[in-house]
């Protein structure tokens, strides 16, 4: 191993072990419980959103990927190994999240509505060759049927029921995906019908997105292959005044019909957290998928760093005791820097924000308890600098990956041989 010593580490752990010991919590278990939280790697952050169809378009529904470092996965294959790198970085087991547009058509014309398994055969054997999960999204976007802002909710019905059929083949290949790897499939919709200026009629289109995902559902899949999710919105680039799919309107709509609710970080008013909504939704809810992002000033979709938001999602996941009924998905897409030190930098943030979940020390809840709001304040701030790093440290040599910044070399490395060769 590079970086700090196995010794070290070693002796590191079990002293914060006998650490938080004292305190009453019990580390073992907190890493068990980590290691059966996988995470969802969202495959878009590998090509800026680009996808391998020859019937799309540029970036759209309001999505945007800025910057322009070199060395983007450009096809399938490099795809999959730039992930392969990534997970090498990151500790335990996890799940890939794709898009439509990610299917591999051999350069044949397939539009959104033609879609199929066969154009995922790859992915699946592929998921099963390295023990990972799928999930899948219909995308409802970069397109030219969605070029004018509208898909589910449009007032054409030829493009709507584009849209439906869209939407409809990914539910099959969710489940196909799930079945074929013994584990459901998160398929979620997330489209970006929405208005740049002030509508006259907000209505007609909330009804409409109301109708045609009832048609999109209408087919029940087994929960064991495949598991609905829709995800709303505040507002996008280009539809800045009203969102169709808004989070009032999916969370009725989940609640009502039994999906899951996706709840994206980067979806709210700025200072809005979805770390105070876990808890809500799942008293209505048996689950739900998160979209771990970062939002800088708007849903700008920056890397997953360990902030303060990110640490109180993570603790919320935790406290509510229904980790196992949250689904964790990442969603950002920065260009502007190594797309693989993206997906490691963000996935383990996320990790050690549910590692610091799972050591927190039970006095602070027993504090609040008793009514002793003095104490829950200064244990919560106390525990802000328990040696949780040395946890960290230890929970990834034990799993056989980097400690520490040395994931680093790794990535540089791998740019210098792979990556600097693409054009
Ligand atoms: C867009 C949503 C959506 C997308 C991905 C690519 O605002 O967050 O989840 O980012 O599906
Ligand atoms: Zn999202």
């Keep these: 191993m590079t970086g700090p010593k196995k010794k070290n580490i070693e ?3 079990q002293l914060a072990q006998e650490r938080y010991a004292a305190l009453g919590v019990n580390v073992d278990r907190a890493l068990k419980a980590l290691a059966n939280i996988p995470v969802s790697l969202h495959c878009w952050q590998g090509d800026d959103v680009g996808g391998f169809e020859t019937v799309g378009g540029a970036l759209g529904g309001g999505l945007v990927a800025t910057g322009n470092y070199p060395g983007k996965a450009r096809t399938p294959d490099e795809l999959r190994a730039d992930l392969e790198q990534a997970l090498r970085l990151i500790p335990g087991q996890h799940r890939i999240n794709l898009h439509a547009m990610y299917g591999e058509f051999g350069g044949r014309r397939v539009d959104r509505d033609e879609i199929e398994v066969a154009h995922f055969n790859n992915w699946i054997a592929w998921a099963k060759a390295n023990g990972l999960g799928l999930d ?11 070029a004018d802002g509208f898909t589910l909710s449009h007032r054409d019905n030829g493009v709507r029921n584009f849209w439906i059929e869209h939407c409809r083949r990914a539910r099959e290949i969710g489940a196909a995906m799930g079945k074929a790897l013994g584990s459901p499939c998160v398929t979620n919709v997330w489209i970006p019908d929405g208005f740049k200026d002030t509508p006259a009629d907000r209505q007609g289109p ?27 919105k505040l507002f996008g680039i280009g539809a800045e005044s009203c969102t169709v799919g808004s989070h009032e309107f999916y969370l009725g709509y989940a609640i009502t019909r039994r999906k899951l609710l996706c709840l994206d970080a980067g979806h709210f ?3 809005e957290s979805i770390a105070d909504k876990i808890s809500s939704v799942l008293l209505y809810l048996p689950e739900i998928l998160l979209h771990v992002s970062r939002g800088v000033r708007w849903d700008s979709d920056h890397v997953v760093t360990f902030t303060d938001d990110l640490q109180a999602i993570a603790r919320e996941i935790i406290a509510t005791g229904h980790a196992d009924r949250v689904h964790l998905g990442l969603d950002y897409f920065d260009a502007s820097i190594n797309r693989i030190a993206a997906w490691v930098i963000g996935t383990r943030n996320l990790q050690k924000a549910l590692l610091l979940a799972l050591l927190e020390p039970p006095a602070i809840r027993a504090a609040e308890l008793a009514g ?5 304040l200064a244990l919560q701030e106390e525990s802000k600098s328990l040696p949780f790093g040395a946890v960290w440290d230890y929970y990834c040599e034990t799993k056989g990956v980097p400690i520490g910044e040395a994931w680093l070399a790794e990535v540089k490395a791998h740019e210098k041989i792979v990556l600097s060769k693409r054009g």
Excluded: I, M, Q
């Design 372 to 376: 002793d709001t003095t104490a829950r």
């Design 11 to 13: 002796r590191a752990g």
């Design 269 to 271: 008013h700025p200072t």
């Design 206 to 232: 909330r009804e409409r997105l109301a109708a045609a995902l009832d048609d999109v559902f209408k087919k029940s899949l087994p929960a064991r292959h495949n598991l609905d999710a829709v995800e709303g």
């Design 136 to 146: 899948f999204n219909p995308s409802c976007f970069s397109h030219p049927k969605a």
